[in-house]
């Protein structure tokens, strides 16, 4: 390694003078802790979490990760082992005391700080709520045993191949003593949770055709049914687990470095822009830390960013205008609906690859389809007539209570979140863009808004970003970093982690709507 500070070389490791080993990890040590610090250091006065290895310390640390596992003089191990350790200290040692307290409590909650909390931490508000709902979902008191929990965050996680979180509630269901033979596939697992499979898939990929006859299927099938409380406890952490895989696909979330898949070397993956990097040691440090914020900004894409801040100031004159009739408010939304169905991503994408989770559902050919598709017709669901506020929050609070709570304060700090910035631009009102993304999910499930013109969503969201929406929600396991980078290209990393908060409760609340709605006419 040659820094540009003084040369600091890795030639002096392979002496077979003790001495010379440790003259020479001694410098480099020094080298590679001056460098995190700089880098933590100018993170924390932007008050940000730390973004992946900068000037190729990403490349140093993957060296040195390999030399603390293959090198054969146990010196050379041990002292590359303390100073990735001490990078790791200074990462975390140098977040506010904001961040420190939720790494602290996700640490304690859940024995590990995954890279999930590593990526949302850029915005700490929704975390500390994320984590607070999550908890409360797999580890307090409630309707469903532990290692059901996990069980099903497994099932949910592998209708999209999500290995990664697969991998993760693998460890925990063991962990609180669920029987490894389940793990085989789903026939190996009890009944009850084989019956709840035909849930999954729907909520998962097609939700607008549950009805209350599979809630009653669930709830009266005698010896292996579900009580009422219990299914909401399972419908919740099914939708839980579908969002969360579309957040680790949409930002291209790797594994923790001691789990499957997240130790070896190889080239950069779909998270090249995942700051839990420089944890992990990854490489392709070139690409990793091109972010739109330490690049000069090219003149097409700032005039993008300038062009939809245009569009949202005209929306907003013709707002103060005109209204447009209820009639016409409609036939947008239809149109709108119906144009979605051609939003797809190109033929020759490919998938980031994930190892085969198809043994934890059944079915594995059941995907997401156009609900309109081939001239099939399902009625709109108007929120006038079911929505989350005056319907779907009292029955989750009534059935499981204080989840309701959760979930409401969850979806309220991700659709009102805003730090009043778009790229370089500040006290900027992203309202009208933020509600835009959000209904254009919904509309994409067939949810309407009779206050919302559904013609803003065209004015405000190009093709390219409603590509990447609909992947990211409808198909997450296609999501390709192509994708996350064709969109909005001179935003934040964190701006683009903002939107898929956004996706991840706007998709949770659709499928939620459609069960509870089931659930509902079911009781009634």
Known sequence: MEEREGEVRWDGLCSRDAAARAAALDTIGQAVLRRAESIASGAAAEGLPVPAARDGLGEVLARLLMLSKRCPFPDVREQSEA???GVQTIQVGKEDATMHTLFAESFATLGRLDNVTLVMVFHPQYLESFLKTQHYLLQMDGPLPLHYRHYIGIMAAARHQCSYLVNLHVN??????????????????????????????????????ITKEHIEQLLKTEENSWSLAELIHAVVLLTHYHSLASFTFGCGISPEIDCEGGHTFRP?????????????????????????????????????????????????????????????????????????????????????????????????????????????????????????????????????????????????????????????????????????????????????????????????????????????????????????????????????????????????????????????????
Not at 183 to 200: F, T, Y
Not at 499 to 507: D, K, M, P
Request: include cysteine; aromatic fraction near 12%.
């Open 268 to 524: 950069p993956s779909v998270s090249n822009y995942c700051i839990c990097d420089i944890t992990n040691g990854y490489h392709g440090v070139d690409e990793i830390h091109a972010s739109p914020a330490g690049s000069i900004p090219s003149t097409e894409s700032v005039c993008e960013v300038e062009a939809l801040m245009e569009k949202m100031k005209q929306l907003q004159e013709c707002r103060d205008e005109e209204e447009a009739s209820q009639e016409e408010m409609a036939t947008r939304f239809e149109r709108e609906k119906r144009e979605s169905m051609f939003v797809c991503s190109s033929e020759d994408e490919e998938s980031a690859a994930t190892r085969d989770v198809s043994r934890h559902f059944e079915d594995t050919s059941y995907g997401y389809k156009d609900f309109s598709r081939h001239g099939m017709h399902v009625p709109t669901f108007r929120v006038q007539d079911y929505s989350w506020e005056d319907h779907g929050y009292s029955l989750v609070n009534r059935l499981y209570p204080d989840v309701g709570q959760l979930l409401d304060e969850k979806f309220h700090i991700a659709y009102n979140l805003t730090y009043n910035t778009m790229a370089m631009h500040k006290d900027v009102d992203t309202s009208m863009l933020r509600r835009a993304i959000w209904n254009y999910i919904h509309c994409m499930f067939g949810i309407r808004y009779d206050d919302y013109d559904y013609g803003e969503i065209n004015q405000l969201l190009d093709r390219s970003f409603k590509v990447y929406i609909k992947t990211v929600v409808c198909t997450p396991e296609k999501t390709t970093k192509r994708m996350y980078d064709s969109f909005w290209r001179q935003f934040e990393h964190s701006e683009k982690v903002h939107v898929n908060l956004l996706l991840v409760e706007a998709r949770m609340q659709a499928e939620l709507l459609y069960a509870l709605r089931a659930i509902t006419r079911y009781m009634t």
């Open 172 to 209: 925990d269901f063991l962990h609180v003593g669920g029987d490894p033979k389940w793990l085989n596939g789903l026939e190996n697992a009890p009944q009850k949770l084989q019956n709840l499979g035909e849930l999954n898939k729907m909520l998962a990929h097609r939700p607008w055709l």
């Open 83 to 85: 100073i990735l350790s």
